[in-house]
């Protein structure tokens, strides 16, 4: 199976239609009571001291300090937004989520619920919900660097924002010159927009800024060889993507830029093994298949280069199709086929949250169709046989939140 790009897989086209149940409440187990001295704390005094703890990033800490203030009183909005924001830095995703939700719900104006729950859905794929949520922030507080900054990433690959894209990280660079990860960023936009001496430019100085960071490594280490890959160049990329995967050996990104390099140089062994390895590594990776069929070429294989090129070609055509059912499905959310078609898409792709969400979409408009339930009832029986059925709680609550919020 093929999963879609991450280009794709960012913009999440799901919405929950009627019948769905709210989010469950927030699962926890209720702290001891309080004894002593705490048991007799003012509320503000202990949602001091549990923020005091979260800033020093003791999380499991801060996440217990917030739900005894929670059980106490459990519309504190304070309480829910720090209970967030510890339990999302603990990676509990979908507690978070119910979590900051919540708190929004009784206070729509607390600032890091939101661009908490932003990033929770920005990392989930909803990027177009990430959006609206972060456009509403940087209205609020058009001088934040963050927001600025995570609502670029949000616009990063809509090819009608590219030039809104720039504005926005030039404006966040321009508040906070010395955050390496914006002007990495920054450069990203500018390739989009073919200026490539700039962006460059804006690699060279976040490198110099984080020397030792893998992401900025690796896209200037990529940048070299798709731009005037003269020798000298080829050097330096070699260099910055070996230093990526002497960090992260699995890393099929710098895997498949060590390919190329090889390549170049027609060290057909080399490019061979990592190119082989990249896919290993990530079979959705197109770029790799094509240039391992490139370097099966030149190594007289055309046996395995055709079974690269076949496995480019699948990935390149399930990437088209996904999007193409996307597309359909936002301008006709309630056709039963489209959703139908969806949802064995992302079986298709491995995305089986989505697709569990798209077959209850597709039975709610279609409840008779019992060729349907039985697809459904076969994914989550095998998906349970092997351990791997998701959690729904999130995925629906985030859906139904952000339908209700438009």
Sequence with gaps: SQAPSAQTARRELDRLEQGHPDPSPIATTPPLPLEGPASLASPLALLKDADAILAQKRFPEAEKAYLQIVVRDPKSAQALQGLGLALSSQGKTEQAFLALDKALKLDPHLSMAQFTLAHLYYDQGFVDEAAHRMEALTKEAPNNGEYLHALALCYLDDTTRYLETEELLKRAVARE???????????????????????????????????????TQLALGSFLLDHQPTTPRLQEAERL????????????????????????????????????KAVARNPNLAAGWYQLARAFDRAGDGTRAKDCRTAFQNITNYRRELSSAEESARARLKDPALRLKLARLYVQG????????????????????????????????????????????????????SRKAH
């Design 350 to 401: 491995g995305q089986n949250a989505r697709a569990i969400n798209q077959y209850q979409v597709y039975l709610n408009l279609a409840p008779a169709d019992q060729a349907g339930q039985k697809e459904l009832q076969n994914l989550t029986s095998r998906l349970q046989a092997e351990g791997q059925m998701p959690s729904m709680n999130a995925l629906n609550g985030m859906l139904l939140a």
């Design 241 to 276: 993507l070996q230093a990526v995967t002497a960090k992260d050996p699995a890393n099929a990104d710098s895997l498949l830029g060590l390919g190329r390099v090889a390549l170049s140089r027609s060290d057909i062994p080399s490019a061979l093994a990592y190119l082989q």
């Design 177 to 215: 010159p010395k955050r390496a990860e914006y002007l990495r960023d920054m450069g990203k936009a500018e390739i989009n927009l073919t200026h490539s001496a700039d962006a460059e430019n804006d690699y060279r100085q976040a490198l110099a800024l984080d020397p030792g960071n893998p992401d």
